[in-house]
């Protein structure tokens, strides 16, 4: 059993996404998969994807309000934990695993459960405390203080009762060992994948055929919450150098996305003027965002923490070429790619972007080796063969 207050198509992040494939991926071994997910609607509904896949998803309600995690466990404890009986396995998702995972303990101590963390909140809380007088929103501080707690309490119940941990990324791992002391035999590190293939062939069937010229226009594409740790403010001061110190305005940034930084984003595109460079898009469906991102000519990804992040693997997956700041995890994902596109400070980003706006070549020989660096480390057939030991593993 898959447990996910997050999966798509009403998934609110990675997460969601993560979910999807790994079950998926799993059919496609032979396994059985079950996964309890959570919707906006309040009516539950059981559907099955596909028999050759082997997956069956029991849709419930998580609520339509923070937090989501916290509602999806608690509205539907009874049906969860009577699911749970049927199952060998129970692998649940960071902070939506607990306090499921204690009375599913007291009543089969030995069912064995795996629980994955997507992120350090650690590090989240450092990062979100260090904009505090940097241009960071009150919302960001509010939530992620008043939410620390919850997460910290929820994290160490995981830790306590899960038979294994999962980190994303060895930068999660390390936290979570230093932080918690936890047993190194008791956590793995499993990157978070997608299904390569599937995003390669995607991107291929909408690949402009357009030729570089003088006059062609750039897309640059970007998709997250509009937030301080998401490093939106960071993009525009790049695309603004950009413009204006770099001399490079043949180019339309599309931002996908809400967040309490929404009005500061508005503000900062008036006060640059860059208003006939931006467009703000807003939340759309998975799939009209795909194709956003399939169609854009560069993705950038100018986080200030991310743990292993999806969005940014399903870009290399389609052999885009990404540009990041020189931060963990994405020192961790581009590890052993040349010439990666990292830049330390935003009169970096932005060269960065003017080295591969001008250069249809640079483009595509970054985006080739990002699409094999992603075969090769996060193709979800890789991902689900390791969960597949890891559950043997637990259930020998």
């Known amino acids: 059993m898959i447990l996910t207050h997050d999966y798509p198509p009403y998934q609110i992040g990675g997460i969601g996404a993560f979910c999807k494939d790994l079950a998926e991926a799993l059919g496609r071994r032979g396994i059985d998969v079950l996964v309890i997910a959570g919707r906006p609607e309040k009516a539950s509904e059981r559907i099955r994807v596909g028999n050759e896949n082997n997956v069956e998803i029991l849709w419930v309600s998580r609520g339509a309000f923070p937090p989501r995690h916290f509602w999806f466990q608690v509205r539907n404890n009874s049906l969860i934990r009577s699911e749970i009986a049927n199952c060998e396995v129970v692998h649940g998702q960071d902070f939506a695993a607990f306090p499921t995972i204690y009375f599913s303990k007291k009543r089969n101590p030995g069912l064995p459960w795996v629980v994955t963390l997507h992120s350090g909140p650690i590090s989240e809380l450092y990062c979100v405390l260090r904009s505090m007088n940097r241009g960071g929103s009150l919302g960001d501080i509010a939530s992620y203080g008043a939410g620390f707690p919850a997460w910290d309490w929820a994290l160490r119940g995981d830790i306590g009762l899960a038979d294994a941990l999962v980190a994303v990324s060895q930068d999660v791992r390390r936290e979570i060992q230093i932080h918690y002391s936890v047993d190194a035999r008791r956590i793995f590190t499993i990157n978070t994948g ?203």
């Open 194 to 396: 997608v299904n390569v293939d599937e995003l390669k062939q995607f991107a291929k069937s909408l690949i402009s055929r357009e030729p570089d010229s003088n006059t062609k226009v750039i897309r640059l594409f970007y998709a997250g919450r509009l937030s301080w740790r998401k490093g939106i403010l960071q993009l525009l001061r790049s695309v603004a150098y950009l413009t204006v110190k770099l001399g490079f305005s043949r180019y339309q940034l599309e931002i996908f996305g809400k967040g309490p930084l929404a009005g500061r984003v508005y503000s900062a595109i008036s006060e640059f003027h860059l208003g006939r460079n931006i467009a703000v898009r807003g939340f759309v469906t998975r799939s009209e965002l795909l194709t956003a991102m399939a169609k854009s000519d560069i993705v950038c990804v100018p986080s200030l923490y991310e743990a292993c992040p999806v969005s940014m693997i399903e870009a290399m997956a389609m052999g885009k070429p990404v540009v990041t700041f020189d931060r963990p995890f994405s020192r961790e994902l581009l590890d052993g790619v040349p010439d990666s596109a990292i830049g330390a400070e935003v009169q970096d980003y932005a060269a960065l972007l003017h080295s591969l706006g001008t250069s249809e070549d640079l483009r595509r020989k970054l985006g080739a080796r990002l699409q094999i660096q992603a075969a090769k480390k996060f193709d979800m057939k890789i991902i689900a063969e390791q969960y597949a030991g890891l559950y043997k593993r637990l259930l020998s």
